[in-house]
């Protein structure tokens, strides 16, 4: 079946710029995660999921980045006024059932450039 | 808090020698362990994971890790090393939220 799918791939932004990162999860999972992985670097957990739940933002580096998932299978990930340090890579993934037990299906992510 | 350590950047083996990657976790309580590969410009593919049960754990395209308590370590193995291996690994653990390390590439030498 389908993987995890994220659109766009690359998006370039000036500063100042919003954006919008849009991830289909797998069909049917339950729980959704947003990962930032910069340059070098394992990813870093942003926010997850359960359903449309938002059940933690803890990794959330600002208040210009909000997520939402509101009818519990897209997501997609908004980040206002983007800076320079906001670039990076964007991954999610799926699970099919909640718990840090179930494996995370990742898509391909998307690379984001803030000049 | 909990952490999982790569203590390598890098690891270089000749193709077709054995292989290993090493993680090291610090987790309280019973450690979910995972490792996952990342190919360029691609998202992480899962290749096993530890829950509970047999220490050895066997995933996809021949890899295996050894899960052990006494010296928190989760260190990924392949008998016989493929260029094609060539890649990012991860390894990702915790207790109630999972982490990922941050990363050991591993380059195999025809």
Same mark, same amino acid.
């Given at each position: 079946g389908a993987g995890v799918s994220q659109s766009p791939r690359y998006k370039v932004a000036k500063r100042g710029q919003d954006v919008a990162l849009r991830c289909d999860?797998?069909?049917?999972?339950?729980?959704?995660?947003w990962y930032q992985q910069a340059l070098g670097q394992g990813p870093e957990f942003l926010t997850y999921f359960q359903?449309?739940?938002?059940?933690?933002?803890?990794?959330?580096?600002?208040?210009?980045?909000?997520?939402?998932r509101p009818e519990g299978s897209v997501s997609t990930?908004?980040?206002?006024? =983007?800076?320079?340090?906001?670039?990076?890579?964007?991954?999610?993934?799926?699970?099919?059932?909640?718990?840090?037990?179930?494996?995370?299906?990742?898509?391909?992510? =998307?690379?984001?450039?803030?000049? | 808090a909990q952490s999982v350590a790569q203590p390598e950047d890098q690891v270089n083996v000749a193709e077709g020698n054995p292989l290993t990657v090493k993680c090291t976790y610090s987790v309280s309580g019973n450690p979910y362990l995972f490792w996952y590969v990342q190919y360029p410009n691609r998202g992480l593919q899962f290749l096993l994971k530890y829950i509970t049960g047999d220490n050895l754990v066997k995933g996809s395209y021949g890899f295996?890790?050894?899960?052990?308590?006494?010296?928190?370590?989760?260190?990924?193995k392949k008998p016989s090393a493929l260029?094609?291996?060539?890649?990012?690994?991860?390894?990702?653990g915790g207790y109630q939220k999972v982490t990922f390390g941050i990363g050991t590439k591993l380059q195999v030498i025809p």
């Open positions: 999860p797998i069909s049917g999972h339950v729980s959704l995660f359903n449309e739940a938002q059940l933690d933002k803890s990794g959330l580096p600002s208040d210009r980045f909000f997520a939402e990930l908004k980040i206002q006024r =983007t800076q320079q340090e906001d670039s990076a890579v964007y991954l999610c993934a799926s699970s099919l059932a909640s718990g840090p037990q179930e494996t995370q299906y990742f898509g391909p992510g =998307t690379r984001l450039l803030v000049l | 295996e890790a050894e899960f052990n308590k006494s010296q928190t370590s989760f260190h990924l260029v094609s291996d060539s890649a990012l690994y991860f390894c990702a």
